[in-house]
């Protein structure tokens, strides 16, 4: 549940499509993750970081140091002390996650409430807590 002290923010650092994600835009990315969540402005305060490095292609260095065991894909360091996170994706990555998050939200939002469909969960499921004139449906005995 979020509170009034606490911060999230997210710094999202875009590569031009040629340029690969590599160990160099790796490590520019940490050096400016680390230089932001150890500044002192927020030393003492609840404020949650999270820097994502995008570009059209991860080169195999930075891909497999983003792929190790006990961490979700794609997370190339944590730290839980500076309440940091630091990503790698590729623009297919994140086109594929809003796909899917689109379509589970197409999926579950195509449920439309109605009176007669209310009343018949009632029914089926409180039938015990309803007046006898709801138990039944209209012109139904």
Not at 87 to 104: D, N, S, Y
């Amino acid at each position: 549940m979020p509170h009034a002290d606490e911060r999230e923010h997210l710094v999202v650092e875009l590569k031009r499509p040629s340029e690969k994600l590599n160990s160099e835009a790796a490590s520019q990315i940490k050096s400016y993750a680390f230089a932001v969540a150890d500044d002192e402005r927020f030393k003492h305060t609840k404020t949650t970081w999270t820097f994502w490095a995008l570009s059209n292609e991860i080169d195999k260095e930075v891909g497999r140091e983003a792929a190790q065991r006990g961490r979700e894909a794609g997370i190339l360091h944590e730290d839980a002390d500076r309440r940091l996170t630091i990503w790698v994706k590729t623009w297919g990555q994140i086109i594929e996650e809003c796909r899917g998050r689109m379509a589970f939200f197409q999926k579950e939002l195509q449920y439309r409430a109605d009176r007669d469909s209310g009343l018949e969960y009632l029914r089926a499921t409180h039938a015990k807590y309803l007046p006898d004139t709801a138990k039944r449906p209209p012109g139904g005995r």
